[in-house]
T-cell receptor, first 114, second 115 residues
Framework: NAGVTQTPKFQVLKTGQSMTLQCAQDMNHEYMSWYRQDPGMGLRLIHY???????DQGEVPNGYNVSRSTTEDFPLRLLSAAPSQTSVYFC?????????????FGQGTRLTVV | GENVEQHPSTLSVQEGDSAVIKCTYS??????FPWYKQELGKRPQLIIDIRSNVGEKKDQRIAVTLNKTAKHFSLHITETQPEDSAVYFC??????????????FGQGTILTVHP
């Protein structure tokens, strides 16, 4: 199993550009989520999904869109990048219908918006 | 929604000493409390977790305690080693509830173990 795979690892965007961060998992996990990590602020939830076709907003959803057309994939879209979206982004997945809800993280995407 | 506060933000200890990191949570429905370790430039990885029907759990040099009444839980690392140096995150979630899988993280503690 590859686990949770994120692409790209690094990205530089100009203000106003759009892009999609990719996330795929091969563990048949129902639950997938996106976090952003900023210094001193921990991991903040952007969007999450409890299964294919179902998504919901987390703590900091503004400026981001998600979709979940398959169990395996959960892309995060930045529609019009802003410098405030400079951060490290982590995708995570876990079982949601069992008591074991360990979250497995991808390797992260370091995004810089200039 | 859930709010998790973590203290201290930085912790410096000598090798062999113990380290304690504390977290409080606000939602009484939370019943799952994991701790993650993140080494520099790496992804967070689970090191230990505890559920609300248990007061304490140990795994070698690592232990976690939970006080549901006071809504706080703590990570204890004994006999610290330089390789324990990392950022540690606590989190709270509801395993099996309607918001299953959703975790709220604390702000993180940078632990430095000096040889």
């Amino acid at each position: 199993n590859a686990g949770v795979t994120q692409t790209p690892k690094f990205q530089v965007l100009k203000t106003g550009q759009s892009m999609t961060l990719q996330c795929a998992q091969d563990m048949n996990h129902e639950y997938m989520s996106w976090y952003r990590q900023d210094p001193g602020m921990g991991l903040r939830l952007i969007h999450y999904s409890v299964g294919a076709g179902i998504t919901d907003q987390g703590e900091v959803p503004n400026g981001y869109n998600v979709s979940r057309s398959t169990t395996e994939d959960f892309p995060l879209r930045l529609l019009s990048a802003a410098p405030s979206q400079t951060s490290v982004y982590f995708c995570a997945s876990s079982y949601s219908k069992r008591m074991n809800t360990e979250a497995f993280f991808g390797q992260g995407t370091r995004l810089t918006v200039v | 929604g859930e709010n998790v506060e973590q203290h201290p933000s930085t912790l410096s200890v000598q090798e062999g000493d113990s380290a304690v990191i504390k977290c409080t949570y606000s939602d009484s429905a939370s019943n799952y409390f994991p701790w993650y370790k993140q080494e520099l430039g790496k992804r967070p990885q689970l090191i230990i977790d505890i559920r609300s029907n248990v007061g304490e759990k140990k795994d070698q040099r690592i232990a976690v305690t939970l006080n549901k009444t006071a809504k706080h839980f703590s990570l204890h690392i004994t006999e610290t080693q330089p390789e324990d140096s990392a950022v540690y995150f606590c989190a709270a979630g509801n395993a099996g509830g309607t918001s299953y899988g959703k975790l709220t993280f604390g702000q993180g503690t940078i632990l430095t173990v000096h040889p």
